[in-house]
DNA sequence: AATGAATGAGAATTCATTCAT
DNA sequence: TATGAATGAATTCTCATTCAT
């Protein structure tokens, strides 16, 4: 009798692990972390409830799986596929790839960083496979620009977050709060006034369009 | 630094039902919603376990006791004591009394945002009495100085949350994802810097310092 | 500070003993002796929760309080008033003065009955002081009619039950079962059938109107 | 005397469920529905706790499974089998069977009839299974009687009910009342009587034996 | 006498986890 | 491997009863 082969292995999509992954994600996603049972995840894996726990040893541990995917590579892959010509567009790529990036998996987030609250090895793994991984494109973007006089000089650790927080405050809006009916935001108009306002912000020159 | 800066009353610091909210917020920081537990409140708030219930009916209308401190007026009022002279004086104020609103109330506010997501009546609370009390008088700022050609037409409500964004990230930074052992931030600094992209980002002329 | 004055004073309508067992016989009959609370009996009573237990010892007590009302002269005497001149009609008064005497207690009675079963003193009390009361003047009736050659012999202890028996199990069609719904019962109808029947039955002569 | 009389399968005697709701009985039977608490019939079944909520998701419900063996059916197939020759004998059988099957099930019953009060459901369904199930041969055959012109005519909702009227009395006198120390009856010489009072009672012409 | 805040021993119910099949 | 019945510790909430005022 195999005691949990590990939590990454069946990478099949339909296997029995990622079913129960897949199932525990909604699942969390909708009741949260505590109030969901493993009995419910069972149920939408279409599992025995005693199955999650020869793949899972506990339900935390299902929990901590979650974040796997965020392989260091492939979140600093997407960010890095951008390619634009200009500032502006290269920001922009910047700006829509990370709402895809968020909005995609927000559900997960959310979860995980309130969790992290309790559980610190969860916190150090979302911090290095996302956080910074999201960050550091821009950083260096930031430093190449202000080295070629495109850009004043900041601080890049820190204007590189303000920037990603600029527009997160919006997925935070009907994310987080289901403000939606408060006000309705249009994705694009906010994009572009982001990149407006941070673009005059930082650039060195007298800011034209 | 005004403590207790956007709470109420507190009639007698140590009446049972003082004592009891007392208690349950630092639990609850602690623990998490969920994984508090009414027994460990009593404890800490140092009476029966009964007695909690002779205060608040369930532990769920304890959880929404924490946000009675919060009320429109109190958080209007301390958002509009700012008084700085030049733009960059006044949201210099604004940024440094959200900074100490927030921080101040981060426990709540991050166990309240949680939670919300379960609980609409406390989602809608959190909006009006806490989000949209924030944001109001920079939109009003924001507003007048469009009025008076300061600034540049941009939407009032995105610069705002934008504005916002800008700095909550640093303490999410901090309070959420606890990253300081990663970089920290010095908080003065970040306000400068994060107003001067946002001045020059919204202002009409190139700005000038 | 007096303890208990017990459960009998306090005669008057109006005070507080008397108060407090009216609610609670009310309240019994809503909810049933267990799920009653003194919480909510102290309410109807118009008294703190605490009073309830200056003048009944215990939860139960009050119970047992209640049987106090019924004592062997009173419900004897209500059943001696019994002066028809033929035996239908002192039988419909026994019969008439039945059902009223258990409609107007029933409330009680159920509870009673119900509880008897768990406290043995309660029990014996209410054999003693409503039901041997009750069939006392019907055996009487039945002897006195068995000697003056006007009935048949029968036994009288069985033939006086099972009178009451005859009748009893309409009250309790329409107030243990609640079934008034299924089968609308005339109470005068029932009255005559019964007596036509249980006279048929138990007189010597081929029955005559 | 057979055992389980009106009682449904039972399939495997010593099934799980089955152990509960017969512990449930007996515990139910002993202290009432209220004052039974899951852990004692989770000891007396031999289970644990949690057990119990597997099989019925509330103790309500455990409460509602008892009625599960009164099959419309069966109640009835049991009072049909009155196969005797004369109406005595007839009515013979209705009695003998009804107190075997009153007694029998007795604990259920005042159960029922008690919580009934609270839990519309249940009394309805009480009522359908067992009440009428009850009367109704009894009904049919003094219709019968009546158009044959052996009985007068008289209600036969009324009659039948003052018939088990006439015995239930004795259940209650010993079970509900438990007071055969005061008076013990013989089973037996209740029947006869009960049945020579009723037949006199019903029968058309001047009653001979 | 009257109060009612405080108590704390239970009560029903939930749920992650185990383990025999 | 997969199962799912069984477990029982843990949890929220109730309520009769006490007692200081």
Chains 1, 2, 3, 4 share one sequence.
């Not at 082969?5 to 949260?32: C, H, N, V, Y």
């Not at 306002?197 to 800011?207: E, N, S």
Request: hydrophobic share 45%.
């Amino acid at each position: 009798m195999p005691k949990k082969t590990g939590m990454k292995k069946t990478p099949a999509g339909g296997s029995k692990g990622q079913q129960i992954l897949q199932a525990a994600r909604e699942i969390f996603k909708e009741k949260g972390f505590h109030a969901a049972t493993t009995a419910e995840i069972a149920r939408k894996a279409g599992v025995a409830e005693g199955t999650i726990f020869n793949y899972f040893r506990t339900k935390k541990e299902l929990l901590f799986a979650l974040l796997e995917p965020f392989n260091a590579e492939e979140v600093g892959a997407f960010f890095c596929q951008v390619a634009g010509e200009t500032d502006r567009e290269k920001l922009h790529l910047f700006l829509e790839n990370h709402l895809l990036f968020v909005k995609e998996n927000f559900d997960l987030f959310r979860i995980l960083l309130y969790e992290s609250q309790f559980h610190p090895e969860l916190r150090e793994q979302f911090i290095n496979k996302v956080v910074l991984k999201t960050l550091e494109p821009v950083e260096k973007h930031l430093s190449k620009g202000m080295e070629e006089g495109v850009y004043r000089h900041v601080d890049p650790s820190i204007a590189a977050r303000a920037f990603f927080g600029m527009l997160t405050v919006f997925v935070a809006w009907s994310e987080v709060l289901q403000a939606d009916d408060f006000i309705q935001f249009d994705e694009r108009e906010v994009i572009e006034e982001v990149i407006d306002i941070y673009l005059r912000g930082i650039k060195k020159t007298p800011f034209k369009r």
